[in-house]
């Protein structure tokens, strides 16, 4: 990611997000790492260190419970210290501790009443002084909302563009009245310049010239990546790995097996160089050892598909003409345009890579031949932030112009897709024409305030669903096997909303019920970034997870299929039966701008673990085409110290196949003065390539924070008295082999956990 950053000229990534899973509706859940705070500072910290080790910065954000997305500039989450100290802001500092970020991003809500961009006691004494963090922090995009009051808290830069709390003469007025001191904006100053010399020393020049980051040992490590990622959650009846000798006939069902879901949406959200989608991937995988067809199954797109055009050259995309402000498109004969650009996709954002003519207004023509493949009624949509209209052959066929309404599309500034129909020949070639202007219709828009603006295209062939759902019967009855694709997508999952359901989009869960009626031989593989709820999955006996695999996903995920590599990934989250058995189901998004964390530290699996809840897939679950067994677990202590405890131990892969093991390992407090979750992650490894019948040692730390909680009364970490169950296994709720470690004298680690092994004292 370092050397890809760097070829794009970029000094600092925005980069990576470690908020936690919360609620399995959460919207940018997907581009954040877990459910359990450990997990997610150390992942965090490992991504950061290799960029950094590159010379490109990283900025770890959002800077604190962005956990939601509904109302997200406004919204106050209510938490208690202890949840917060746990749970939400032990990832960022893990990463504080062993990653050193060169920036922060502040979060856009408020926590406990105030904004995090204005709170001192958030940025200041814990993120600064307590944790010892001397890089940047920046604000949200927008998400700045004062002057002295963010200064004061030690936020360094207001994002994005020209400042609007930042400006001289408002710093000044802050001084010269004494709200701010010029100590603070020196200091302040100071950051940002050590930021600057930090991006000259990397060596890439300010305004660099973007190169092609793109080559097959970067897409074979996205292959290994996508392959490594995958997580086998049923294989009841040892259909996968798929066996091929007798050349069998596979069907691939499901829209995700043709849409690009490689990503969720919003910032996080990338063109890849290439893409190679699931029925793309298992056709080059099988070769000529199996036969394979497709079948849509349904259609899950909340908007249509892009609209695929090439330009009067030949070249995929739209020609776009553009105009200066203001403009008249019924303007005869139409004047000549300032300037034309090319778009390669038919989702376009007009923001400042556009000539300044058409900045800040921008108004556009955009053109392209559309040749539909067979004959039939053609669906199109325009989905906008300002307003269009769309011809086809001087035929108007989408009117998104005169009037509109709001949506959540493009972080809820958008129009719904307004769509139109037009029956068209097979093979013919049609001129489509969007006129665009990024001045919406709807009262509360400000033209400039996303650039240009978003412009979005979608077309498709009109089908029934009857259709759909009768051809996928049809062809999973013929089949030796089928691999049903499910999910969600980027229209499903992204930045500026959250999910409203965990069930599967459209008629997804009609259509598994079906397949699975159809055939005994069926692998559900799901993609999507967070869980969803799966009522079929009693009758499917092969599930697999593969999330959103990014550009190599139809490669990866055949590598998993084909027993290429044997599948070693483990769920980072809990995959609750239903959203009502998730402890977040009462108070998200929240009411009233208010989102009241009452689940305290029992996030995800530690409450299904303290209540005693099955969820449909535990936490750290993930199976092998091999087995492994623990043995030997031996402590190098069974009292506590205040240096590190080691956790010597031997596992044998016992089955058939070579393997990766993933080894996890919980702690328990036996008995305690204080409300503790039953077990919680505080270690995981994993080991590469075990050989049938091959026994390897390992080690695993025990660090003192390991066992420590934090004391609300106190201010600060304390391990109770007491013995503590260590114990090793396959998941959160499958424990292998187990020991205990005493500790003799309550302690209290005083200052932070940063400090810890340097600073303990035992306290009677």
């Known amino acids: 990611m370092g050397r890809q950053a760097k070829a794009k000229g970029v000094h600092l990534v925005l980069a990576p997000t470690v908020n936690i899973h919360r609620s399995p509706l959460g919207g940018r859940n997907f581009e954040a790492f877990s459910e359990d705070p450990l997990l997610s500072g ?136 004494g709200k701010v001191s010029e100590e603070t904006v020196r200091a302040s100053a100071k950051r940002v310049l050590d930021l600057v010399n930090r991006a000259i ?14 080559s097959p040992a970067y897409r074979e490590l996205n292959r290994r990546a996508a392959a490594s990622s995958v997580v086998l959650l049923k294989n009841e009846k040892s259909i996968l790995p798929l066996q091929l000798s007798n050349r069998p006939r596979i069907a691939v069902i499901g829209p995700n097996a043709i849409k690009n879901v490689s990503s969720g949406g919003g910032s996080a959200s990338v063109n890849a160089y290439h893409y190679v989608s699931a029925l793309d991937g298992i056709k080059a995988g099988v070769a000529s050892n199996a036969s394979v067809s497709f079948a849509h199954g349904c259609y899950s797109d909340e908007m249509l598909p892009l609209m695929k055009t090439v330009t009067v050259s030949g070249a995929e995309g739209l020609d776009i003409d553009l105009f200066p402000h203001p403009f008249d498109f019924d303007a005869q004969p139409l004047p000549s345009p300032a300037a034309t650009v090319t778009s390669e996709t038919s989702r376009m954002f007009f923001f400042d890579c556009l000539p300044p003519v058409a900045l800040p207004i921008t ?16 669906d199109f949509g325009v989905a906008t932030t300002g307003r269009a209209k769309l011809f086809v052959e001087g035929q108007l066929v989408v009117d998104n112009w005169s009037e509109q309404k709001a949506s959540r599309a493009f972080f809820g500034m958008g129009t719904p897709e307004v769509k139109g129909r037009m029956a068209m020949t097979g093979g013919q070639r049609y001129k489509v024409s969007i006129q665009y202007s990024c001045i919406s219709a709807l009262p509360d828009r400000k033209p400039g305030h996303l650039g240009g603006g978003i412009l979005r295209i979608g077309a498709r062939l009109a089908v029934d669903k009857a259709d759909l759902l009768a051809e996928a019967v049809q062809l ?25 359901t965990m069930s599967l989009p459209e008629e997804q869960d009609e259509l598994a019920n ?117 043995r030997d677990l031996v402590v190098s202590s069974q009292r506590f110290t205040p240096q590190k405890t080691s956790i010597v131990f031997t596992i044998v892969n016992s089955g058939a196949l070579p393997g990766d093991a993933v080894v996890q390992l919980y702690i328990s407090p036996i008995s305690s003065t204080v409300v503790r979750p039953v077990s919680e992650l505080k270690g995981f490894l994993k080991l590469h390539n075990l050989l049938p019948g091959e026994a390897r040692s390992s080690e695993l730390s025990l660090q003192p924070e390991h066992l420590a909680y934090w004391d609300d009364s106190h201010h600060s970490w304390v391990i109770e008295s007491g013995r503590y169950r260590l114990s090793l296994g396959h998941s959160s709720v499958s424990m292998a082999i187990e020991t205990e470690i005493l500790v003799e004298e309550r302690v209290e680690l005083r200052g932070n956990s940063l400090d810890m092994l340097s600073d303990i004292r035992p306290r009677y």
């Not at 991504?47 to 950094?52: E, T, V, W």
């Not at 108004?363 to 053609?378: D, Q, S």
Request: proline share 5%.
């Open 363 to 378: 108004w556009a023509l955009c053109e392209g031949i559309f040749e539909p493949k067979v004959t039939g009624e053609y």
């Open 42 to 177: 150390y992942l965090a910290s490992n991504l950061i260190s290799g960029m950094q080790e590159q010379g490109v910065g990283a900025t770890v954000k959002h800077f604190v419970c962005n956990d939601v997305e509904t109302d997200r500039t406004k919204v106050d989450v209510i938490v208690q210290e202890r949840a917060l100290r746990e749970i939400y802001l032990k990832p960022f500092e893990i990463v504080i501790r062993e990653a050193k970020p060169w920036a922060v991003m502040a979060s856009y809500n408020k926590v406990n009443g105030l904004h995090v961009s204005e709170s001192k006691h958030l940025l200041d004494d814990i993120l600064r002084k307590e944790w010892g963090f001397d890089g940047v922090i920046i604000s949200d995009w927008w998400g700045s909302y004062s002057t002295s009051e963010s200064l004061n808290a030690t936020l360094d830069i207001e994002m994005p563009g020209e400042p609007i709390w930042r400006g001289a003469s408002r710093i000044t007025r802050a001084v010269g009245c």
């Open 514 to 630: 079906a397949v699975l009626e159809a055939s005994d031989q069926v692998v559900v593989v799901n993609f999507s970034g967070s869980p969803v709820a799966m009522p079929w999955a009693p009758k499917a006996t092969t599930i697999v997870q593969a999330w959103f695999l990014g550009s190599e996903l139809g490669n990866g995920l055949v590598d998993i299929l084909l027993g290429n590599v044997n599948p070693s990934g483990k769920l980072p989250v809990s995959f609750p039966v239903t959203l009502e058995q998730n402890p977040s189901y009462a108070n998200f998004p929240g009411q009233n701008a208010v989102i009241r964390y009452e689940e305290g530290l029992f996030v995800g699996y530690r409450h299904y673990t303290t209540q005693g809840m099955l969820a449909l897939f535990p936490f750290g679950h993930g199976l092998s085409y091999t087995t492994f067994e623990y």
């Open 476 to 500: 999973a009855s013929a089949a030796d096997v089928v691999i049903l694709c499910l999910g969600t997508d980027s229209e499903r999952e992204s930045e500026g909303f959250d999910r409203t």
């Open 201 to 214: 020393e990397s060596g890439t020049p300010e305004n660099a010239p973007q190169e092609e980051a793109d």
